[in-house]
């Protein structure tokens, strides 16, 4: 299997496993902790796709697999088409650059005794990208103003605690585009915020797709904000995507239940279109351990009996919409 070439990035059967604990004096614990455990995914060029899923599904540790962080243990991983095992010295250093991560937490993510300037001109020093302060001083000026904070200029000697929440997180969102990457990770980037200031942020993101052409991967767990921001949606459990689609199929026509679930507890604001709610028992499966089949089945509230014994492969429902279920060839 090849990466598409409309893709930013494309996974295939990628793997991310860790040793379950430490070794003990008299036996080694020889587990292992299946946190991404064979995603396929790709993200087109210009494209915002949400990852959608509880915590613990692996969606963060995707995200560090994918800026480098951690080392796949198996599969592959295509950046603009190009294997990147095969990529070494400038060239692997390079797609680095164009990778960005716009964290969580603008309250922990920033240093709160280094000023605005010096937080976003880091990344350029780090990467070594402008020889002079002149030159990093105007690319800072540029991020901030891509970022919504104007007139730049005003925000370079203030420090952190100066500045409201959104303020904050738009200066992280600066020093993530102060590289010029091509794709932005935004892991959670609203979940901080207040709700009056998540919109703000969320336009800032399609703003900057629409007008940068950066594609996004959006990871949440929260399937309410990204129903009229996200071009598709992935749905992930257990280290597997389960369900992914263009919003509108996923949100119309959910085909795996565990994607039922999660939208039937977003919140509706007309009482005529409330849905009835599933709680999924249980706490996510400890990935350790994985359950056998499927790996939904402890949880599934339609399961049955063939359920413990076959994982089931993924169903294409349409040429964009695709499920892994084994219930859903008696419903098509
Ligand atoms: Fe539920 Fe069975 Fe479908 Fe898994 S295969 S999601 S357990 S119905």
Do not use: W
Request: hydrophobic share 40%; proline share 7%; glycine share 6%.
């Amino acid at each position: 299997m090849t990466s598409s070439p409309s893709s930013a990035l494309s996974l295939r059967n990628l793997h991310k496993h860790f040793d379950a604990g430490r070794p003990g004096l008299l036996r080694r614990d020889d587990r292992l902790v299946h946190a991404v455990d064979g995603v396929d995914l790709d993200l087109g060029r210009g494209e915002i796709l949400a990852l959608v899923g509880e915590s613990g599904c692996g969606k963060s540790t995707l995200a560090l697999t994918l800026l480098g962080l951690e080392r796949p243990t198996s599969g592959e991983m295509y950046f603009e088409g190009t294997d990147v095992a095969r990529l070494r010295g400038a060239a692997l250093k390079d797609m680095h650059k164009r990778i960005q991560m716009v964290f969580q937490d603008p309250y922990e993510s920033l240093n709160p005794m280094m000023t605005i300037e010096e937080i976003v001109e880091e990344p350029l020093i780090v990467h070594r990208s402008f020889p002079t302060s002149d030159q990093r001083r105007a690319r800072v000026i540029q991020a901030l103003e891509d970022a919504g904070l104007k007139p730049a200029d005003s925000f370079l000697d203030r420090l952190p605690h100066q500045l409201s929440g959104g303020q904050r997180q738009r200066v992280v969102i600066a020093a993530s585009l102060v590289l010029d990457p091509t794709i932005l990770l935004a892991d959670e980037p609203v979940s901080m915020l207040d709700v009056s200031i998540r919109a703000e942020i969320l336009n800032l993101l399609a703003d900057l797709r629409a007008r940068q052409g950066i594609s996004i991967l959006f990871i949440t767990h929260d399937f309410g904000t990204v129903a009229h921001f996200a071009d598709r949606i992935a749905v992930m459990y257990l280290g597997r995507i389960v369900e992914i689609g263009r919003t509108e199929e996923v949100l119309r026509a959910p085909r795996h239940p565990y994607t039922k679930a999660l939208l039937s507890v977003v919140p509706v604001p007309n009482p005529r279109l409330r849905q009835k709610r599933t709680i999924l028992q249980g706490e996510t499966p400890n990935p350790i351990d994985l359950p056998t089949g499927c790996r939904f089945h402890p949880r599934c509230p339609i399961a049955e009996d063939r359920c413990r014994l076959t994982d089931p492969p993924a169903v294409t429902l349409s040429p964009s919409h695709s499920a892994a279920c084994l219930l859903i060839e008696n419903d098509k």
